[in-house]
């Protein structure tokens, strides 16, 4: 009998993913995705080790992931766009919270005619092992730290940190800290969206689970983006352009899968382009 029933749960898990699949391809046609999508898988056909925690296989998964990563590199390319003169020819990308290498694959491929010198920044030995062995310079830190660092000049033209911030033990620190103590023209911050925020914390939650966890596989603070507009602005930060990417479609009756991606998954995730003001966080007197 347990066999019976344990078929059939994979057997609806296997039709889930299908509708999920369904609903990543929608939502990348409405909101003008496909086209990246296509380029990216050209230029790094391989996702299995994106991650250290999990290995990304199947096609749902890898849909998943690849719709992101076009979500991200459009943002990404877009904070590019808004430069000028030199620095548009030779930008300096750090990547914060860097689990591979791939962004800055993608970002090098799609440059034509543009120069653009990378570092990435991890805490896990294992991802720094990953982005060095791909031939990008690269810092082992926290990332709250990562202005102590003695490898670490603070310049950067452009900061990225993709489903980083929700990791940290201290986000506003981190980007006060690299506000004030950095130099950039923008940064692309990228994070989980959700209607409503909540504290993570899912291996806490469950208290069944046993298992050790460390800062890649835990979310810590699950803000909506109104939240998150807050903490960027009392931060030292003016948001330059937001936009949220849904992984169902909007303008369409599957719109209502969005109750299954929030049970599953999340809504989708929200980006941001930030550009340095102070205007609100030096009014607080206790930095």
């Not at 999920?20 to 230029?43: H, T, V």
């Not at 979500?71 to 390319?77: D, N, P, T, Y």
Request: charged share 25%; aromatic share 12%.
């Amino acid at each position: 009998m347990k066999g019976y029933v344990r078929k059939g749960y994979l057997g609806l898990k296997k039709i889930a993913f299908k509708i999920l699949q369904y609903s990543l391809n929608s939502a990348c046609k409405e909101q003008g995705l496909l086209e990246m999508r296509s380029k990216l898988a050209q230029i790094v056909p391989d996702l299995t080790d994106q991650y250290t925690s999990v290995k990304v296989g199947g096609d749902y998964q890898i849909s998943k992931v690849r719709s992101l990563h076009s979500f991200q590199i459009s943002l990404a390319r877009e904070a590019l766009s808004l430069l000028d003169g030199e620095k548009r020819q030779n930008p300096t990308i750090v990547d914060i919270g860097d689990s591979s290498g791939t962004h800055l694959q993608y970002l090098q491929s799609l440059a034509e005619g543009v120069n653009i010198r990378t570092l990435s920044v991890n805490i896990d030995p294992v991802a720094v092992k990953k982005v060095r062995g791909k031939g990008f310079e690269v810092i082992e830190s926290r990332a709250e730290l990562l202005h102590e660092h003695p490898d670490f000049n603070g310049n950067a033209t452009i900061f990225l940190s993709f489903e980083t911030i929700e990791h940290l033990l201290d986000p506003v620190s981190f980007l006060h800290a690299m506000s004030t103590k950095s130099v950039c023209d923008y940064f692309v911050v990228t994070v989980p969206y959700l209607y409503r925020s909540r504290v993570g914390l899912n291996h806490v939650r469950n208290q069944n689970d046993k298992r050790p966890f460390n800062a890649e596989t835990t979310h810590i603070f699950e803000l909506s983006p109104d939240d998150w507009d807050l903490l960027f602005r009392f931060s030292g930060w003016r948001i330059v352009k937001s936009i949220r990417y849904t992984q169902y479609p909007k303008k369409n009756p599957i719109t209502l899968l969005r109750y299954l991606w929030r049970w599953f998954d999340f809504d989708g995730f929200y980006g941001v382009i930030l550009q340095k003001d102070d205007s609100i966080s030096k009014q607080y007197q206790d930095w």
